[in-house]
């Protein structure tokens, strides 16, 4: 592993050493500024005669690159485009992501990612991070030895198996930890030296993928049961040895797997998973918004949320302690809050999946709203029993907010509010113009993907995109700011709520509940902040003094501007 050695001059600039020269510099992601090396650098690292004779600026590489990517119509080939920039020149493909985030957001995240995990081996390029595969079982310390840098604060990880909405992608699955990353630098300001994504290349039981000569991955079926789990133990050991001041994301895993794994290893190294509490946290923020947007109290939201995998259990779990903190328990706690799969209303029995105990309704208040246990029920049956007055989808079935579903809630709601959340745009339970339509415009809609605004009664309804972007990063910042020994569900509240602060009375009026996609950077400091503070009140995270937290947040960000670069041999 290599140190990235930087440091800051007299005049306020950072500096950093570089052990390259030559073509290997200009091979160096990291370092490598192309045309942007000043005549000074070019003579100090040999690189005279190796570039065009002009030197740019950033501004204009910016220029001339963006123009380079969105001369591209299809949105895989923007990708394809900008992965190439990241592989070449890492801190221009920062600042491009950066200077243009509502526009690229959707390309190097979701829904176009999607796209680039189900192309993966086709449209592989050139590797970033780790594999760890079952033939690494003893060794596993040792490869993550070979990371390019010894410094990871930041690890996004994932086992392939639950790639947003498309299932099994195999090694294909790699792409949504570097996208992850992207945002973390992006938004958070996370230095990439710091980041490090990782599959657990654990096999896969998509046939189609077995059989394609160009799979990348570990060519066997996945691996399970006791075998699996000694290679994530191993692999959480190594991080833990090797990278202590590490913060773990885990993505992506199954659903029972994705509950195991964060309950048996949120204490013994700081890490969350974001499809169960990022998703959480982004849900009832908009829950929040919603409140604020129709005057409703928190207390009298009444939830039913579509999909009881790891996405749904963990929102219902956040609003449960949400609503337990306003002090709303025993019955009015369950018929606040409704948990639906397919078959129907979940229900406390003693056969229940572990990870959804606790959540379920009692058999005998479902048969007092007319829902009888053991028969399957129709989520238009649901709706007219509970009356809700949010209904969220994370159930990857499109379409499965039929219009027979959103007119029965709006008959009984005033201003219903409706989130698809499903991810990617292709999953989604239902669309804004549907949502809008069949609600006479009274809908408060949010959405997983991008969404152009809707016109309707002569009104421009603005689509907000309920995207755990405005989560993640900001936790992730924050608990690396709080030297978090572990990350909370009071954490996750804490951004939450910070999140629903930052949409303003503008935005609400317009008919959004999240900040609009430019403001990320900005309401990331501000989800930080909070998670700052509550690490601290919990007792899990260094205590700030109020007025620090800013600065100590603002301490670790970094900008993608060039360095100074100095030869390392130079004293």
């Given at each position: 592993?290599?140190?990235?050695?930087?440091?800051t001059d007299a005049d306020g600039r950072a500096v950093v050493r570089v052990p390259y020269r030559g073509p290997a510099l200009l091979a160096h992601s990291m370092y490598n500024k192309s045309t942007a090396f000043t005549r000074e650098e070019r003579a100090a690292f040999g690189l005279d005669g190796l570039l065009p004779d002009a030197v740019s600026t950033m501004e204009q590489q910016a220029r001339r690159v963006y123009a380079n990517i969105v001369r591209k119509t299809d949105a895989l080939e923007r990708y394809i485009g900008l992965a190439a920039l990241h592989d070449r020149n890492e801190i221009l493909f920062f600042?491009?992501?950066?200077?243009?985030?509502?526009?690229?957001?959707?390309?190097?995240?979701?829904?176009?990612?999607?796209?680039?995990?189900?192309?993966?081996?086709?449209?592989?390029?050139?590797?970033?991070?780790?594999?760890?595969?079952?033939?690494?079982?003893?060794?596993?310390?040792?490869?993550?030895?070979?990371?390019?840098?010894?410094?990871?604060?930041?690890?996004?990880?994932?086992?392939?198996?639950?790639?947003?909405?498309?299932?099994?992608?195999?090694?294909?699955?790699?792409?949504?930890?570097?996208?992850?990353?992207?945002?973390?630098?992006?938004?958070?300001?996370?230095?990439?030296?710091?980041?490090?994504?990782?599959?657990?290349?654990?096999?896969?039981?998509?046939?189609?993928?077995?059989?394609?000569?160009?799979?990348?991955?570990?060519?066997?079926?996945?691996?399970?049961?006791?075998?699996?789990?000694?290679?994530?133990?191993?692999?959480?050991?190594?991080?833990?040895?090797?990278?202590?001041?590490?913060?773990?994301?885990?993505?992506?895993?199954?659903?029972?797997?994705?509950?195991?794994?964060?309950?048996?290893?949120?204490?013994?190294?700081?890490?969350?998973?974001?499809?169960?509490?990022?998703?959480?946290?982004?849900?009832?923020?908009?829950?929040?918004?919603?409140?604020?947007?129709?005057?409703?109290?928190?207390?009298?939201?009444?939830?039913?949320?579509?999909?009881?995998?790891?996405?749904?259990?963990?929102?219902?779990?956040?609003?449960?302690?949400?609503?337990?903190?306003?002090?709303?328990?025993?019955?009015?706690?369950?018929?606040?809050?409704?948990?639906?799969?397919?078959?129907?209303?979940?229900?406390?029995?003693?056969?229940?999946?572990?990870?959804?105990?606790?959540?379920?309704?009692?058999?005998?208040?479902?048969?007092?709203?007319?829902?009888?246990?053991?028969?399957?029920?129709?989520?238009?049956?649901?709706?007219?029993?509970?009356?809700?007055?949010?209904?969220?989808?994370?159930?990857?079935?499109?379409?499965?907010?039929?219009?027979?579903?959103?007119?029965?809630?709006?008959?009984?709601?005033?201003?219903?509010?409706?989130?698809?959340?499903?991810?990617?745009?292709?999953?989604?339970?239902?669309?804004?113009?549907?949502?809008?339509?069949?609600?006479?415009?009274?809908?408060?809609?949010?959405?997983?993907?991008?969404?152009?605004?809707?016109?309707?009664?002569?009104?421009?309804?603005?689509?907000?995109?309920?995207?755990?972007?405005?989560?993640?990063?900001?936790?992730?910042?924050?608990?690396?700011?709080?030297?978090?020994?572990?990350?909370?569900?009071?954490?996750?509240?804490?951004?939450?709520?910070?999140?629903?602060?930052?949409?303003?009375?503008?935005?609400?009026?317009?008919?959004?509940?999240?900040?609009?996609?430019?403001?990320?950077?900005?309401?990331?400091?501000?989800?930080?902040?909070?998670?700052?503070?509550?690490?601290?009140?919990?007792?899990?995270?260094?205590?700030?003094?109020?007025?620090?937290?800013?600065?100590?947040?603002?301490?670790?960000?970094?900008?993608?501007?060039?360095?100074?670069?100095?030869?390392?041999?130079?004293?």
């Open positions: 592993m290599e140190r990235y050695e930087s440091r600042r491009v992501l950066a200077d243009h985030i509502e526009e690229f957001m959707p390309i190097v995240y979701t829904p176009t990612v999607g796209r680039a995990c189900q192309e993966y081996s086709r449209i592989f390029r050139r590797a970033h991070g780790l594999w760890i595969t079952p033939e690494h079982r003893g060794r596993v310390r040792e490869v993550l030895g070979d990371a390019p840098f010894d410094d990871v604060r930041l690890i996004v990880v994932t086992d392939n198996e639950s790639i947003l909405g498309l299932g099994d992608l195999g090694a294909g699955g790699m792409a949504i930890p570097v996208g992850k990353l992207a945002l973390y630098t992006a938004a958070a300001g996370i230095h990439p030296s710091q980041t490090l994504p990782i599959s657990l290349d654990v096999g896969t039981d998509n046939l189609s993928l077995l059989e394609d000569d160009l799979y990348l991955g570990w060519r066997h079926p996945r691996l399970r049961g006791e075998a699996y789990d000694a290679l994530v133990d191993e692999f959480v050991e190594g991080v833990r040895s090797l990278f202590p001041r590490a913060l773990l994301q885990w993505e992506d895993f199954r659903k029972g797997n994705a509950v195991a794994l964060m309950e048996r290893y949120r204490e013994r190294l700081p890490s969350f998973n974001d499809d169960i509490q990022g998703t959480a946290a982004m849900a009832v923020a908009g829950v929040l918004a919603a409140g604020r947007a129709s005057g409703t109290d928190p207390r009298d939201q009444r939830v039913v949320i579509l999909g009881a995998g790891a996405a749904g259990t963990g929102i219902a779990r956040l609003l449960q302690s949400a609503l337990r903190s306003a002090d709303v328990e025993g019955e009015a706690l369950f018929r606040a809050l409704a948990l639906v799969d397919v078959q129907g209303l979940i229900i406390e029995e003693p056969t229940v999946e572990h990870f959804r105990r606790g959540l379920g309704w009692p058999p005998e208040l479902a048969r007092q709203v007319g829902l009888v246990p053991g028969e399957r029920q129709d989520l238009a049956e649901i709706v007219r029993a509970l009356r809700p007055t949010v209904l969220i989808g994370v159930s990857g079935a499109a379409g499965a907010f039929r219009e027979e579903v959103v007119r029965a809630m709006a008959e009984a709601v005033e201003r219903p509010a409706i989130f698809p959340l499903s991810n990617p745009t292709s999953q989604a339970e239902a669309t804004p113009s549907d949502l809008l339509r069949w609600t006479d415009g009274r809908a408060l809609v949010a959405s997983g993907s991008p969404f152009d605004p809707v016109p309707i009664g002569g009104r421009t309804v603005r689509i907000g995109q309920g995207n755990n972007a405005f989560i993640f990063p900001g936790v992730g910042l924050g608990a690396l700011v709080a030297e978090a020994r572990m990350v909370t569900d009071g954490m996750f509240a804490a951004a939450a709520a910070a999140l629903a602060e930052q949409v303003s009375v503008a935005e609400l009026a317009a008919g959004s509940l999240f900040p609009p996609v430019p403001e990320l950077r900005r309401v990331t400091t501000l989800v930080a902040e909070a998670v700052v503070r509550s690490a601290a009140a919990e007792g899990v995270g260094r205590a700030y003094a109020h007025d620090e937290v800013p600065r100590a947040v603002e301490a670790m960000r970094w900008e993608p501007e060039y360095p100074l670069l100095e030869p390392a041999d130079v004293a």
